[in-house]
């Protein structure tokens, strides 16, 4: 299937021809076509805005979701676009020339809201919040322009897993970032596909095709973030246990509302004796 260089997309030119890499490859496009087949995310002719911020991860998903459309797999039509947010340094001429060379479909698009951050957070406090939210803004904005049905972003199982812990942690609730969710105004999707993928995938798969990576510090903003405290957490784990990860993961895929503390989630006043529980058989830990 990805062995002749004549039946491949652009973005694949050049890839390794090691057992290695073919593995990696081969298990990030199934893990994705998982993710989007059991979360509902095809509408047939529909037409997905593919956000590309020049990281790892965005590259890795622009990758994949190409090459499942190319394969046939994939009946959407797919727009890349990147929003320059002003930060001092961007290298504004990488993207839209590497997509240009790739024969992406593509919009780049200049909204300055890194002085509107920098105007709005006092000094020592982070961007990120703020940032984000003026560039989901714009990015909903840009996909009714482009006349596209879904935002789709590159976060992988390890965001999704960091996010369930800062909720936990910093926000009192357990919630995560959902593979699939309707904006506020109900009139756009926001899909995330490379959901089962792990973040040491994405890393291995973009330098591998030696992407052009753009970092993602260059707002200054990233140092003593509650998320990297949180994935810093999560590395010891793994390191001590490989596949905690993983196993995390599957938790969030198979939750009990049952066995939580949430009366809107489970009737417990209206539970009665001999009408057990779903899932009542699972073990107390």
């Known amino acids: 299937m990805f062995d002749n260089a004549d039946d491949i997309h652009p973005l694949f030119h050049g890839a390794p021809s090691s057992t290695e890499f073919k593995k990696l490859r081969k298990r990030i496009v199934r893990q994705t076509r998982e993710a989007i087949e059991q979360y509902g995310m095809i509408e047939r002719g529909a037409r ?11 590259f890795t998903l622009l990758a994949v979701l190409h090459e499942l459309k ?5 009946p959407v039509d797919l727009l890349a676009c990147n929003l320059d947010q002003g930060q001092p340094g961007f290298p504004a001429t990488v993207l839209p020339d590497f997509l240009t060379r790739m024969q992406v479909p593509h919009r780049i698009e200049y909204q300055d809201t890194y002085s509107i ?20 803004g714009n990015l909903y904005r840009i996909a009714r322009e482009e006349g596209c049905s879904a935002v789709v972003l590159g976060h992988h199982r390890d965001d999704i897993l960091e996010t369930f812990f800062m909720n936990l942690f910093h926000g009192s609730r357990l919630a995560t970032m959902p593979p699939k969710l309707v904006n506020e105004e109900g009139d756009l999707f926001v899909y995330r596909p490379l959901a089962h993928v792990a973040e040491a995938d994405c890393e291995k798969f973009a330098r591998a095709m030696d992407y052009p990576i753009i970092p993602c510090n260059l707002c200054g903003s990233q140092d003593g973030l509650q998320r990297m405290q949180v994935k810093a957490l999560l590395d010891g784990w793994e390191a001590n246990h490989p596949g905690r990860r993983q196993k995390m993961f599957r938790a969030l895929m198979n939750a009990r509302p049952s066995h939580l503390l949430d009366p809107k989630l489970f009737d ?8 057990p529980p779903v899932g009542s058989d699972l073990p107390d830990l």
Do not use: E, H
């Open 268 to 275: 417990f006043a209206g539970l009665n004796l001999g009408t």
């Open 70 to 74: 190319w394969r046939g797999l994939l």
């Open 48 to 58: 997905w805005l593919v956000c590309l911020s020049g990281g790892k991860d965005s």
């Open 117 to 136: 951050v920098m105007d709005k957070i006092p000094q020592g406090r982070t961007y990120c919040a703020l940032c984000s939210r003026l560039r989901r």
